[in-house]
């Protein structure tokens, strides 16, 4: 099997932990990847869940993990592939004056990705009637695990200590959606002017698209590399489903977004979330992302993961073949194209970790180049 099988299925189907205080320094509830665990396999650091109901119910089992962070995954009591656990972050050790715990201002992502989600709260997520029903934002600030506005200053000084500390590589933004017609893209623009001022590292930063399309050239300016406008799900009709709120926002108004955003930021520097599993068929996906990759626009699509506390929380996961479906027509359809998860200066797509995709890509890099040296 495949490195890029094996991520497949295992982030399809999770994996138990023998001791679940391997999965304590793992997150649960909040934005982003959560209910996931860290780990690398063949040199790639992805996401695996093992906090939902299938990796309580998976196949897959992995064992205590050794002083060095190595450990074995065995699948159905038989080995299957050699893994290591990331080290846990030395910067989430510290406070800032005020005593906010760095931990509370961002998050280590993958190995060397740092992840702020810099205000905790969403008008979509204050309303069942609007909210993404896959969506946990909130869960982690009523939790009492992170602060509901990360200031220009504090993520400054958290992201320095990244970077210094971890070595971080590139820096995560992302955001609840405020009501103001600029969707986040103001405080994004005021929170990379003073980062980029203490630190030289790459940025992305996530919105929904902006009413005013000027907004992509003042994110640009303030110092951020790459661009995320995420659709999520791809068919008009699931989307006002799954997302009765956000769906408001027309896949056409994506698209004009997506464009003036490219000539901002460059081919390959813009990316859309697709989270594959709500429904959306594999050819449903693949034809939006022709439409992406024909533009510029990088599509990251990722399985979804189903968090608890939502109102999908026992939504199944996507099959393995249905991911695979996707990902290897997808990975040759990015480097036709001309992108690829390496070239993208900041963000997920770049960090790869919730996807296989990445991994498809390499095989399809590799393939070329065998047959190019024949």
């Known amino acids: 099997m495949q490195v890029a099988e094996i991520i497949t299925d295992l982030q399809t189907r ?6 679940p205080r391997a999965g304590a320094k793992s997150r649960r509830g909040g934005a982003g990847p959560t209910d996931h665990k ?12 093992v906090h939902t109901a299938s990796a309580f119910d998976s196949p897959y089992l992995i064992e205590v993990p050794s002083e060095d962070g190595s450990a074995r995954i065995f699948k159905d009591d038989v080995f ?26 961002a998050q280590l992502h993958s190995k060397d990705v740092l992840a702020t989600t810099v205000m905790q709260n969403c008008i979509r997520y204050q309303s069942k009637k609007n909210t993404c029903k896959f969506c ?41 959606t405020p009501s103001s017609e600029d969707r986040g893209a103001r405080i994004l623009s005021d929170c990379a002017k003073s980062i980029r001022a203490a630190v030289d590292l790459p940025l992305q930063a996530q919105c929904e698209p902006p009413s005013d399309d000027l907004w992509h050239v003042r994110m640009k300016e303030s110092g951020i590399d790459s661009l995320g406008m995420h659709l999520e799900v791809v068919n008009p009709i699931l989307r006002k489903e799954i997302m009765p709120g956000k769906s408001e926002v027309s896949l056409d108004r994506y698209f004009e977004s ?15 979330y697709i989270l594959a599993g709500l429904g959306d068929t594999v050819e449903e996906i693949l034809e939006t992302c022709e439409k992406l990759t024909s533009m510029g626009v990088y599509p990251f699509v990722v399985p979804f993961v189903p968090v608890s506390g939502t109102s999908l929380e026992s939504h199944p996961p996507p099959s393995p073949d249905f991911m695979k479906a996707v990902l290897e027509p997808l990975a040759e ?4 194209s001309g992108m690829s998860s390496d070239m993208i200066k900041a963000g997920c797509g770049k960090c790869g970790a919730c996807s296989a995709l990445s991994a498809f890509e390499r095989i399809k890099i590799l393939s070329k180049q065998k047959s190019m040296a024949c």
């Open 136 to 176: 946990a934002i909130g869960q982690s600030l009523a939790a009492g695990r992170t602060i509901a506005r990360k200031s220009p200053q504090q993520l400054a000084e958290v992201a320095r200590a990244a970077y210094l500390l971890d070595g971080v590589k590139h820096m995560v933004m992302t955001t609840g």
């Open 38 to 49: 860290a780990l690398t396999i063949d040199g790639l650091t992805v996401m695996v869940p």
């Open 14 to 19: 999770g994996v138990r932990l023998l001791d």
């Open 258 to 272: 997506f464009s003036v955003a490219v000539e901002v930021f460059g081919w390959g520097q813009v990316s859309t």
């Open 80 to 105: 299957f592939c050699e893994v290591h656990f990331p080290q846990k972050a030395k910067f989430t050790d510290l406070s800032t004056a005020d005593g906010v715990p760095y931990g509370h201002i």
């Open 333 to 336: 359809m990015i480097l036709r």
